[in-house]
Nanobody
Framework: QVQLVESGGGSVQPGGSLRLSCLTS????????IGWFRQAPGKGREGVSC???????AYSASAKGRFTIGLDRGKNEVYLQMNSLKPEDTGVYYC???????????????????WGQGTQVTVSS
């Protein structure tokens, strides 16, 4: 069983930055793929980025160049550093864990078995 706890959401102005954190427990983080997803009001859950120690990282087109995913192995934390935020980045952000691969820019929610509770990100002037 994998447990995931997100934190780090908040409200920022366009152009600002936030760092989201996903703390993992229950399974060694090196055995997992971790994905970040977001869900805007009235829309489906969209893959943003994924990471695994085996495959490295991948980003959706909207995240590439602005977001960075990384691992702090000492904390069992997978973080998502989000820079140059835009109003369209607004939504609830979820981290998720699975055992498939992180090799495509299309981060598929069907590859993930465990989900955190979500953290709200609001980008507005």
């Amino acid at each position: 069983q994998v447990q995931l706890v997100e934190s780090g959401g908040g409200s920022v102005q366009p152009g600002g930055s936030l760092r989201l954190s996903c703390l993992t427990s229950g399974v060694p983080v090196d055995d997992l793929i971790i994905g970040w997803f977001r869900q805007a009001p009235g829309k489906g859950r969209e893959g943003v980025s994924c990471f695994s120690s085996r495959d490295g990282s991948a980003y959706s087109a909207s995240a590439k160049g602005r977001f960075t995913i990384g691992l702090d192995r000492g904390k069992n934390e997978v973080y998502l550093q989000m820079n140059s935020l835009k109003p369209e980045d607004t939504g609830v952000y979820y981290c998720a864990a699975g055992f498939e691969e992180c090799v495509s820019d299309y981060v598929d929610k069907d590859d993930y078995d465990y989900w955190g509770q979500g953290t709200q990100v609001t980008v507005s002037s």
